[in-house]
């Protein structure tokens, strides 16, 4: 059973803008951390962004400045604005949630245990 509900995503141009969508369960969202995390072909699965339940939020070096990350506590829903998007950011993007290490969020896989089911963005010139 998906408990992070992924949309957004797709196909976009060099220099192009995307936002990608989770929405999820009340329980889930109130997790201490969110975030998303990206896996091209052949490479780890890696942090993007993540933010925590007073919205503070932490960015891979990779992104930043071009990625805000940001929730809806009205929707349970976290997004990923994604602006001048560069061939490497091709990659399968996953939502994820989880209680962190040590009440905060620092990034690693292993602070979280829901993932949502991925959706694709490919970026071509």
């Known amino acids: 059973q998906i408990q992070l509900v992924q949309s957004g995503g797709g196909s976009v141009q060099v220099g192009g803008s995307l936002r990608l969508s989770c929405r999820t369960s009340?329980?889930?969202?109130?997790?201490?951390?969110m975030g998303w995390f990206r896996q091209a072909p052949g490479k780890e699965r890696e942090m993007v962004a993540i933010?925590?339940?007073?919205?503070?939020?932490a960015y891979a070096d990779s992104v930043k400045g071009r990625f805000t990350v940001s929730r809806d506590n009205t929707q349970n829903t976290l997004y990923l604005q994604m602006s001048s998007l560069q061939f490497e950011d091709g990659a399968m993007y996953y939502c994820s949630a989880g209680a962190g290490y040590g009440r905060s969020c620092h990034g690693g896989r292993s602070e979280f245990a829901y993932w949502g089911q991925g959706t694709q963005v490919t970026v071509s010139s």
């Open positions: 933010i925590d339940k007073r919205d503070s939020a």
């Open positions: 009340t329980y889930i969202y109130m997790a201490e951390c």
